[in-house]
């Protein structure tokens, strides 16, 4: 299948600061891919002109065939866009604003209602229905915005930091939604600083820094190219007493002491079996033989700062 989101050289310069530079990327279909970086990188750039609100200044986008330029209001129909500061009309009821924005996406008022009271309840706004926009907290605008984006069950959806100032409950609560709608084949771009999220949620991460892509693939695969082989760790109940085995090379020992070793292995399924069979055969008391947590944060921060 073609990629549902395609950009090739995409480019966006506000005078002499070019935000978005030479960006080629593609987004399959069901797929969620994280578009992580730090401030300034062109994240909301990117998404802006993906969504049909800025014109690029060169190259071309398309969203499920649709120029994000050519067909604009084609674009703007299928997608749903939670931005990272969503404006609210504060004056408005819930369910006044949801029909004002289902009318515009040109669904039934029948539907409308159905979806915003189904939405409203799973997110825990529904006692609050008769409430005004602007008498709600900040995480439940949040929420009423995320709402919003996906009143119309759009075909792609892109998230601008959709759990920041969330309490882990609401988070939690907005993950398993992102989860299920990728689970039935909707596409989402999600930017976060949430690495924790990033790395749960996505099948792939895109890294930008000054406009530019440097990195992307699964969060397995970032780890292996940037991280090297994994680390392994020995732990004993008591100490060893003699030298570590070093099995003929096979280990790259990072660290040890009496009661630990770290090492990487390029074949851990050979190696590890045999480094426990060599300390049971010199009376070693094994605690744990476990891979050593590496999280996308470490990934990050290679690449960013290097």
């Known amino acids: 299948m073609p990629p549902l989101i395609e950009t090739t050289h995409l480019t966006k310069q506000f005078d002499a600061l070019t935000a978005v530079d030479d960006l080629t ?10 578009l992580l970086g730090p401030n300034g990188a062109g994240k909301t750039t990117t998404v802006r002109m993906l969504t049909s609100i800025l014109k690029p200044t060169r190259g071309s986008a398309r969203v499920a ?19 990272e500061f969503p404006g609210l009309y504060l004056r408005m009821r819930p369910l006044d604003y949801f029909d004002f924005f289902g009318e515009l996406q040109g669904m039934p008022r029948d539907e409308i209602h159905t979806r915003a009271e189904d939405l409203l309840k799973h997110f825990g706004l529904w006692d609050a229905r008769d409430r005004r926009l602007g008498e709600f907290s900040k995480v439940m605008r949040q929420k009423a915005a995320l709402i919003r984006a996906m009143l119309h069950n759009p075909r792609v959806l892109f998230l601008d930091e959709p759990t920041s100032a969330m309490d882990p409950y609401s988070a939690k609560q907005v ?4 989860a299920d709608l990728c689970s039935r084949g909707h596409t989402i771009v999600l930017c976060t600083h949430n690495l924790y999220e990033a790395e749960t949620l996505a099948n792939r991460i895109a890294v930008i820094r000054r406009g530019q892509l440097i990195a992307l693939g699964t969060p397995a695969e970032l780890k292996r190219d940037l991280l090297g082989l994994p680390i392994w760790q020995v732990r004993l109940a008591r100490p060893l007493g003699q ?30 079996p045999l ?3 060599r ?25 960013v700062e290097g």
């Open 243 to 272: 030298p570590w085995p070093h099995l003929n090379g096979n280990l790259q020992i990072e660290s040890m002491d009496e009661l630990s070793l770290r090492y990487r292995a390029a074949s851990p399924e050979i190696a590890n």
């Open 279 to 303: 300390l049971h055969e010199i009376g070693a008391s094994v605690l744990t033989l476990s891979e050593v947590p590496r999280g996308l944060e470490d990934v990050y921060l290679k690449l």
């Open 25 to 34: 990327l593609t987004v399959n279909e069901g797929e969620l891919l994280a």
């Open 175 to 178: 993950r398993d939604v992102i």
């Open 275 to 277: 480094l426990l069979d």
């Open 65 to 83: 065939g649709y120029d994000v330029v050519a067909d604009a209001p084609a674009v703007r129909h299928i997608v749903g866009h939670l931005t």
